[in-house]
């Protein structure tokens, strides 16, 4: 584990151990967001959200 998975790892064990979900949730949710609107930008507004990240990748190789 790197360091920068260990830094994720404490952030989401701190979270839990102060029941603070909320966090993870938000960011999370933020997460998905942004591939969303990269998934859509990179796809030129194509992008389905039943796609899987193997449909993305090969419609972003393929198709563009």
Known sequence: MDSREK????????????????????????LEANYIELAKLSSMGEYQSSWTHKQLLDFITYET
Request: aromatic share 0%; net charge negative; proline share 0%.
């Open 7 to 30: 830094a994720i790892e404490t952030l989401v064990l701190d979270c839990i151990v102060a029941h603070q979900e909320t966090i993870l949730v938000k960011l999370i949710s933020e």
